[in-house]
């Protein structure tokens, strides 16, 4: 069992960087795939980013490619979005989402994939 909670989201403008962070309860943390997700008032959820466990493989929609980053410190059980060149069109709610299976060595896009769930942080970009 993975309990997560999200923070660092906030208000913005256009072009500037954020962290959110994704911190974990439970001993298993370093033993998932994490992922990231977002919806954007009045649109479905959609991935943004994955890490496996062993940050061996990372993965990012072709949206965010080249302005974020995914990361993880598996002894702090916390994984991370850095964010940067922030665009209007990222407002949306962020979350982040631990793989179903343990030891998996591939991201996957697919959020019913996702076993476990964090309640979500606000990122408003204003331009």
């Known amino acids: 069992q993975v309990q997560l909670v999200e923070s660092g989201g906030g208000l913005v403008q256009a072009g500037d960087s954020l962290r959110l962070s994704c911190a974990a309860s439970?001993?298993?943390?370093?033993?998932?795939?994490m992922g990231w997700f977002r919806q954007a008032p009045g649109k479905g959820r959609e991935f943004v980013a994955g890490i496996t466990w062993s940050s061996g493989t990372t993965r990012y929609a072709d949206s965010v490619k080249g302005r974020f980053t995914i990361s993880r410190d598996n002894a702090k059980n916390t994984a991370y979005l850095s964010m940067n060149g922030l665009k209007p069109e990222d407002t949306a709610v962020y979350y982040c989402?631990?793989?179903?299976?343990?030891?998996?060595?591939?991201?996957?896009?697919?959020?019913?994939?996702?076993?476990?769930w964090g309640q979500g942080t606000q990122v408003t970009v204003s331009s």
């Open positions: 439970g001993r298993t943390f370093s033993r998932y795939t």
């Open positions: 989402a631990a793989d179903g299976q343990q030891w998996a060595s591939v991201v996957v896009t697919d959020q019913t994939h996702y076993g476990y």
